[in-house]
């Protein structure tokens, strides 16, 4: 199939998409982007890779990160994650108290806000300190894209002055009992991991291990067994945007996880990671044009995992 | 692969399994099944199928009745449909009222008892009347699995008697003008194909059209276009087993629809599809080892959508 | 106090109020009044009464009609009615079913639309039939204000035809078995009571036994123990306006009764019995104009029960 | 009315209440009290006063300071103070989020945890530093009860300690910015007024001024204009128990207002102010012997509002 030539239409075709729905607004840095900038990579397992707009441009990662720190716990933890982070979409928005309170204390899934603050928390226990657990979530990354990447001062201070919802989440969970360390630290490396800043082209290259059973087509490094590549891969499917997590699957049909900053990521398994970013969000909080350019995508090409 | 072998295997391993779980209650008539019963059935597209257990013998097949009638309402209503009953996990049980009243009688999807009851209504809507209506599902399923079938008639009665629950999710969609019908002419279908009798065998053979992008690999008849079919599958994945969904998706990664009747079918796409029956249920009305031996079954074959 | 001076300045000063809100359209009948109309009457202990407005014109009492089921109820099970109907504000809306499905059945207090159906089920447990049910209600009413009344067959049948809700509800409770007689039958007396047509001055002169220790002042027939009329009116002060009970316990201070035909009952304990019309409701759906003078008369009288 | 001779009927009847219900256990420093102790002290407006039990023990007052600090934040603010906390019955326990997300940020009253945080909030804001806040708080009482009282330096420590919900509700109310202080500020003050120890006979007295218009029957000093005293009582009636408010007032019939310290208060319009302790308490969170004695001095007296 001729990627790059499919490439080109889709970008054609988004153009009167790039003018719907509104950048996030919840904290005011994350504002301060080109809201008609789209960008589309696809990467394959045998190394070729294509791109179109903007692919090099570095955005805010924002909940993209929720994918990489529940990698890394689950590998850490196995199973005995799952008592305190489900696996089962929750039907609501992403920072809903509601479901939390009735469930006590319990998120639903790692890819929800309550969910991932819980998953940085379980990598703080086993990191010891702030500066070392950040470093890790750094390096596992770092080697995934074989590029550096770092954080915006800016953007992770507008989340810590802004992020009292987050800190109602971590303060009930804390309640009960299933946050284990400090609440602002864990909050720090939660908002730190949040405002890594990557380009389409290093988050499709990082996000191959999912495609691959876990592991790094290039380096042949091994980041998650088989059987746990696929639960990531299962849970971006049922959970990976939100309250909107069942129309992605009915209209695109692959695992895949939004942010709030644009991005949206996507596995075809045993072929290829997918990403495209384009910062204006629909009611729902993920990427408008983004999510519209999987969609002709996977129309295009036929691939679905149904 | 040696399906009968793994069938035998998986045979073996689930005798423990066979005591866990309640035989659903909400109907006296459910009640009187054999609750130690296991059978599993695996139809490839290629026309080899393999058994184990009591795999001729009937059951009620309760909600995998949804499957079907969801196919054919979408095959006639297309997006028309998507305004009555939305493709969203609900991560509620699934017969509850509160999503329902919140979201002014719209169903998160067709496969809770609201959305499937809606469902309905636009077939009686279709066929006019309640016999025409009935005898075109039947009619549907008879051609997938080339066999007569037909209801349980005291299951009927008992569903009518004692669908107090179901009554009241038919009349709260009916405030909000989303039952076009009389309420106990929409029920006494929905209840009736709830009612129908199949076997494992059956049941396997009949989902192939979904394992074949909506084609009947046989008879070579479309049920249903392959984007439509790709769609059922995936809100099998994100909605099939209620709010216990992500976890069959997290552990079996196959497409899949369970009844409380005891069945469960799953889609292997472009591959198989594969029916298993126990009626002792876990405590979010799936089958117990069903559930456990789809994933065995998954575990031996590495088969998965992920 | 001049009761007659104050009611002609409450007129006075109501004008401008009378045309805000909206009168009630969620059955059609209940539309076809004259939308601006006004009345209030005082009826005290001693048999003196002041009128203003459109005292003698009838309209439906709608839930009005729930405090005279309730004081049979009362009167005829006692302590043994708590276990069917609670006596607790609700917080949320006259209709709600959320709150019914988590407590399992059991409505929160006899003057949501829930509550008032399971105390209707359990008077026509206790008459047994349709006709002696409602004849039994419409006696006790008859007996209070010294005057024979009837429901309106129009209202009454449009009831019927769109009390989908309310049948959701009946529904509901009848699968938690709070319903103990055919779903049809307890709503058919339940739509009756509610279509019954009164004055203001008949609804002043009816409610005179809850300002009197459950004692009829007149006749000195003893409707309630007077342990048992203090409950009721603790009921009408703390959940007999929905979920804006305690903005009216705030701002009027008396116990009273809204129905969304626009009338407003209210007591004053040892001293009268106050009744006011207006059909153009506010958003919780009480008279707007009926509340407002209500405001105006404790204002005026300094009458409040704190 | 020979109250002496009640009290004593009440503490001889009461005996075997006084085993029933768990003290409060949410913060360690509450635990640390004699169980099975007793008080009652009922205050007339002439000055006269009669007690029973361990009258002049000093206890945590908890959420009874709410209403001193919503009767100071009242006056101060009058209708503005509607805005950010309303007056109606939540119908949810007393430290839920739920209501509260849904009903972006607004507390449902004064007299739940989030209402009673916005009213400290808004003091702050009044008197501007923490401590000039607190020493207000402290003044205002101290001039009620005419003695000087302070709060527990253990278990103030104790709530700031274990208050990670109310940590979460005031994080949720700043995120609707409904809480215009820095978090912190808000919640030592909240924890140091609850915090605050009085006896039962210190109570009665200091509540007296609500049951005589808002002015101190002694002093004749003002406190709250007549009809601002009248909403307090009204919200004590129907919100001052949390989700047992309706029970409290179907059962006792007076306002009142409980804390999880053990302490219940009681308001008879014109005539008295009743306070009566025991710290063990029932499932709703209020102490349960308390409840039991103000129902038996009501029914003794026929004392009620209604």
Redesign the interface.
């Given at each position: 199939m001729n990627y790059q030539t499919i490439l080109e239409e889709i970008y054609e075709q988004i153009q009167p998409e790039l003018q719907i729905g509104k950048v996030a607004n919840y904290i005011p840095a994350l504002k301060e982007v080109n809201a008609d900038d789209f960008a589309m990579s696809i990467h394959l397992l045998d190394g070729t890779s294509y791109n179109i707009g903007s692919y090099n441009k570095k955005f805010s990662i924002q909940s993209i990160s929720k994918v990489f720190t529940f990698s890394m716990a689950l590998e850490i933890y196995s199973k005995k994650l799952y008592k305190r982070v489900?696996?089962?979409?929750?039907?609501?928005p992403f920072n809903?108290?509601?479901?939390l309170?009735?469930e006590k204390g319990i998120p639903?899934?790692p890819f929800i806000n309550a969910g991932a603050i819980v998953t940085t928390d379980t990598l703080l226990s086993h990191y010891k300190t702030e500066d070392k657990t950040f470093e890790a979530i750094n390096n596992f990354i770092n080697r995934l894209c074989k590029e550096k990447i770092d954080f915006d001062e800016k953007i992770y201070n507008s989340e810590l002055k802004h992020g009292?919802?987050n800190?109602?989440?971590a303060?009930?969970m804390?309640?009960f009992n299933n946050i284990k360390n400090p609440?602002n630290k864990t909050l720090n490396i939660y908002f730190k991991h949040c405002s890594l800043m990557m380009s389409c082209e290093q988050l499709a290259t990082s996000m191959l291990y999912l495609a691959n059973h876990g592991i790094d087509p290039k380096t042949k490094e091994i980041y998650l067994n088989?059987?746990r590549?696929?639960?990531v891969?299962?849970?971006m499917?049922?959970?990976g945007h939100y309250?909107?997590?069942?129309?992605f699957?009915?209209h695109v049909?692959l695992?895949g996880k939004s942010g709030v900053g644009g991005g949206i990521v996507a596995i075809v398994?045993k072929k290829m990671a997918i990403c495209v970013y384009s910062p204006r969000l629909n009611s729902k909080g993920n990427s408008h044009a983004g999510t519209k350019a999987l969609e002709l995508f996977t129309?295009k090409t036929?691939l679905?995992?149904?």
């Open positions: 489900w696996h089962e979409p929750s039907g609501n809903s108290l509601v479901q309170e009735y639903r899934n009292f919802r800190q109602a989440l303060s009930l804390k309640s609440i088989s059987s590549a696929k639960r891969n299962s849970l499917l049922t959970c309250d909107a997590s069942g129309d699957a009915f049909g695992p398994p129309s036929k679905s995992i149904f």
